[in-house]
């Protein structure tokens, strides 16, 4: 350090000039730690970035775990909705033969009588399989899906049904479609998806038969005089869902 009055040379730490007696005044040095023109220093930003990435982690963790706790969710709903297609699909493998050769080779249990009265009063059947959950349509309990199979004489199975009464759950009428629908330019053996698209409904029921499967939907629409038109329809594939045939009939109070 020198002195800036007289020039002598001084120690670092001197206060006052040892030659002339001026005092000296000491440079204060920056606390470490402390703002550097407004910014933060470079530990407290790198403190910083990791706090952000830190929290960006668990973000990310939490909706990870949200994803795979909302995708079980509808694997687990999915695999219930789709038992009972799935129970009519392997009876419908047995059509021609007996309903004992069914019962041992499927393990499918049946039972001759529904726990639902509504069933029982409404639908003809030998056997059934049905979901233990209900649904209300106008205030009637039906089971959720139910399973139906038909026997001729012989007991072999001639036909198995599958019915999905939540399709009513809104109304006993079915889902509503913004016209009558109508496949007159649907071409025979056309597939299935493609003949979907046209109809773009959920399956009422699905009746399984010796060479055909037929899908039935329930829909209604407005007419032009405003009223609610309930329609039955219903489509017939052939066992390699190629398209045959279709049928649409206008449902009135007194035909439900």
């Known amino acids: 350090m020198v002195c800036k009055k007289c020039k002598e040379v001084l120690p670092d730490d001197a206060t006052v000039c040892t030659c002339c007696g001026a005092k000296i005044q000491q440079k204060r040095s920056r606390r470490r730690g402390s703002a550097i023109s407004g910014a933060d220093s470079p530990a407290s930003a790198e403190k910083k970035k990791m706090t952000v990435s830190s929290k960006i982690k668990i973000v990310a963790t939490v909706l990870g775990i949200a994803i795979v706790i909302a995708a079980v969710v509808i694997l687990i709903v999915s695999m219930f909705v789709s038992d009972g297609k799935k129970t009519a699909e392997v009876l419908s493998e047995y059509i021609g033969q007996t ?12 039972y001759e009588e529904s726990n639902f009265k ?57 889902q509503k479609a913004d016209k009558l629908i109508n496949l007159d330019n649907v071409m025979k053996n056309e597939k299935y998806k493609n003949v979907e698209k046209e109809i773009d409904l959920d399956v009422y029921s699905i009746t399984y ?4 499967i037929t899908y039935t939907y329930k829909y209604y629409y407005e007419d032009e005089a405003g009223n609610e038109q ?5 489509v017939t594939y052939n066992v390699n869902m190629e398209y045959q045939y279709y049928s649409s009939a206008l449902v009135y109070p007194e035909d439900i």
């Open 118 to 174: 509504a069933v029982n009063n409404a639908v003809k059947f030998n056997y059934l399989v049905e979901d233990d959950d209900s649904v209300k349509v106008d205030g009637i309990k039906f089971p959720n899906w139910l399973v139906t199979v038909s026997l001729n004489d012989e007991d072999e199975i001639v036909t198995v049904t599958y019915t999905d009464f939540t399709v009513c759950k809104k109304n006993h009428k079915g």
């Open 230 to 234: 309930a329609v039955r329809l219903t």
């Open 99 to 110: 309903m004992l050769s069914a019962r041992n080779d499927s393990d499918i249990k049946v």
């Open 209 to 212: 038969e010796n060479a055909f």
